[in-house]
Every structure is written in C-alpha cells, then in structure tokens.
DNA sequence: CGGCACCTAACAAACGTTCGTTTGTTAGTA
DNA sequence: TACTAACAAACGAACGTTTGTTAGGTGCCG
C-alpha cells in the first residue's frame, strides 16, 4: 500500500505492453494493476505515448549496454559473438517487459521517436555485424560469409527466444546460449 | 467503385491488422480503406473478433498447404527442408497481410480460438521438427542434432524474414531462400 | 420482385485526458 | 515533541471523442 514512484509506472506498463499490447492496454487497465486508478498515473507522467517512449527506451539501452559489455570485454570475433548472444538473452530473460515492448510495440511511437529508437536499433544490430565481418576478415570464420545477412539471423534466432522460452523449463539459461551460439557458429566456420 | 464481397472484407482487414495491429484498427479506419463506412462491414461480417479469425485462419491454411506440398513433393530430408524453406518464404512474400497477422495478432484472439489457431502453429511446426529428425535418423544430419531446438532457429530465421526483407530490394527472393538454406544446413550437418 | 451492398442515424460503453480536491508524507521551526 | 507549511500522490467526477455495434431505410442488379 506504498505511493507509488514515476518508475513504478513505467514498470508496470512495460509489462502490460508487453503482454496486451499498447494498443490493448488502456490508462484503468493499468491502473487496475498499480492499484490506482487511471487518472492517477498523470501525476507521474505526461500521457500514454510518454510512457510507451520510458518503456522502450528502457529496453533499448540495457540492449545497448550489454553490446558495449562485449565489445569492451572481447577482442576476439568469436568470444565476442558468444558474448553478445549471452548478454542478448539476459537482457530478455531478465527484464521481459522493457525488451518485448521494445522489439514488439516500436512502431506504435510517434514518428520522430521511433525514428530515434530505429536508429538505436540499427546501432546494436550493427555490433553483431561488425563482429562477424571482423570475424571473416581474421579468418575466424568463413570467407564467404555476407556479414550483414547472416548478421540478421543470428539476431532473428535470438529475438525470437521471446516467443517461446520460458526460464522455469527443462532447458537452462546457459544452454540455451550454448545452443545458440554453436548454431550461429556452424553457420559462420 | 464495384460492390464488395466478403472476401474483399477480409483482405482489407488482414492488411490493416497486419501493418496497424488489431487494437490499432477501428471499424471506422477499416472502411476508409475500403471505400464504405465502418458500419457498413457489418453487412458481411459478424463483428471485429470474426474478421480477426478469418484473417489468421487464411494465414494458418497458407502455411498449412505449404507444409503439405513439401511433405507430398520430397521423401529426402534435404530436399523437403529446403522445399519447406521455400514455401514458408513464400507464404511471407506472396500473402504478407495475412502471414503477418496469423504471425503477430493471434494472441488477440479469444480464448477458444485462440487455442484451434496455436493447434494449427504447433502441427506446421512439427513438420520441420519430424523432417530435422528424419535426416538425423537417415544420418543426412549431424546425430547430436536436436531436432526441437533446431527446428524453432530455423522458424525464428523464416519468421523473422517477415520484419526486415522487401522483395523489391537488393536480394532476390531466391537468393533469400539459398543463404537460409545454407545457413540451416550448416547448423544441421 | 428479391436480395444484397451500402447508407444514415444512433446507441451505450470505453477511451485518453483534465481539473479541483483530498490525502499522506516530508522539512522546518519552535 | 508538537505545530505548521509545502509538496506530491491519489481520488472522483467530468470532458469530448472514439469505439464496436445495431436498426431501418435506399438503390442497384439479377
């Protein structure tokens, strides 16, 4: 029955967004699950785009941050891949709402935002693709591998983990990575 | 300027709800596409949840068909995969409206529907899961493959096809196909 | 003539949001 | 420790609009 923080809103609507939608999330629902009425979210914050905006770029950063953990981490193309795949999947594993919200409701924000979130997209999708070209170029993966392309699957495996692992299940967190990241390799090497 | 029919209806919606979301379509934004007013769809159509499910159900049935005509065209492990690939990617490209909204929205039907739609999913799923094992059986795969893993990357790649290619671009679509089925190949032998 | 596509008009409910008020909590003062 | 002033969180009612949907009427085509 404590009042409740900014930060407590945003919280609690990355995980309606993420589960309903934020076109299926109204203000009553999510006051509903704050334990407060609708109207009582804008004293925390200015409307339901505003929040849409905290709840992705929540998301978008800790991607950001866990890119710049392996790049800062890893010299080489193949640890730093399996560095950007462990992180890719903590972040997902560990803060659901901010990165399905992020990756599912992007193009629901008004123009100029989601210009701005594409661009921060497009930057942490180009680590990855960094990665792997440095990786050909060293000759720790295949010559004839187009960095961009297989970029994309690598992430397109990885993005998708949302849509059907669940943490509680019979395959760990750390053999899911493990999994993920001999997949993507035999697909470079 | 002709008279619609309902399958005209249902086309216009699968493109709504595949670019806007379910929740981010009103009756009223459907008909302006159309030419009619909102209220007007109701002539052909029971209501916003009946068009929901007409939408994924055509989407179900492509997918369903594709799967079909690869198990009835190849006996060869290989061969049905890339058959497989090949007709998911077609799927995605030739009906993109109604693909996407069998991909995305299904979570927005109501319960009972909902569960008949995930059926469908699961049974297609299985096809690539079965002819992954069969080629491990027949030892054209690698015999530490785990058939349900790798059957969900190489549907997490084909799915995601979906949010970054465009046809009209660079990469061809029989292009496309090959780098996937590479990619797969590699990940399976 | 019958049937179907479409219209106009309207409905109740739900929507995002605003506003003035009440409440709980904190900080300063005596 | 008590009193007070200030602030921010939450309420409750109301707003204008949009929502999905219904009813009854009009005109075209077979």
Redesign the interface.
């Known amino acids: 029955m404590t009042r409740l923080s900014r930060e407590d809103i945003v919280i609690g609507a990355g995980k309606r967004f993420a589960t309903h ?4 999330t109204s203000m009553r629902d999510l006051g509903d699950d704050l334990g407060i009425l609708g109207s009582s979210i804008y004293a925390h914050i200015g409307g339901k785009q505003e929040l849409l905006l905290a709840v992705i770029e929540r998301g978008a950063r800790l991607f950001e941050d866990s890119a710049a953990n392996a790049v800062s981490s890893y010299d080489e193309s193949t640890e730093r891949l399996r560095s950007l795949i462990d992180g890719h999947i903590e972040v997902l594993v560990d803060h659901e709402a901010e990165s399905r919200t992020f990756l ?1 409701e992007a ?2 924000l008004d123009l100029s935002d989601h210009d701005r979130v594409t661009t921060m997209r497009d930057a942490y999708e180009l680590v990855f693709r960094d990665t792997i070209r440095a990786g050909v170029l060293s000759g720790a993966f295949r010559s004839d591998v ?1 960095p961009k ?2 970029g ?2 690598v ?3 990885l ?3 949302q849509r ?1 692992y669940h943490p509680d299940g019979a ?1 760990s967190r750390a053999d899911l990575v493990q ?2 990241h001999l ?1 993507a390799m ?2 470079l090497t």
Chains 1, 2 share one sequence.
């Not at 939608?21 to 299926?24: C, E, M, Q, V």
């Open positions: 939608g934020y076109h299926g599912n193009a629901f187009d392309i297989s994309i699957f992430l397109s495996m993005n998708a983990t059907w395959l999994q993920l997949f035999s697909g």
